[in-house]
């Protein structure tokens, strides 16, 4: 089974700069019947705080598939999970 993982910080910083909202959208796509095969699985979930948006404008910080996406917003890491599904062949 292909599974895309999908890490969004929770932090304060992160969160007051849309991490909920990337949240909410990533889960949208479990709900929409035929976006990715039976076979794929998105995991999203909160993370805890490990200070990677210490620096000045780095938040908010999210993991797909461990890697590491700073200054993100819903449509960078709805991209980035899009990218991965079809290179796994979940599309």
Do not use: W
């Not at 895309?4 to 909202?21: F, N, P, Q, R, S």
């Not at 929409?32 to 000045?56: F, Q, S, W």
């Amino acid at each position: 089974m292909a599974k895309i993982v999908v890490e969004v910080c929770a932090g304060t910083k992160c969160t007051l700069m849309g991490a909920m909202d990337i949240i909410s959208s990533v889960e949208s796509l479990k709900d929409l019947h035929g976006t990715l095969k039976p076979e794929c699985e998105i995991d999203v979930r909160p993370v805890r705080c490990n200070h990677a948006c210490d620096k000045e404008g780095q938040a908010p910080v999210v993991y797909v598939n461990g890697e590491i996406m700073i200054r993100t917003d819903t449509e960078s890491v709805m991209e980035k999970v899009f990218n991965i599904a079809r290179e796994l062949g979940c599309l």
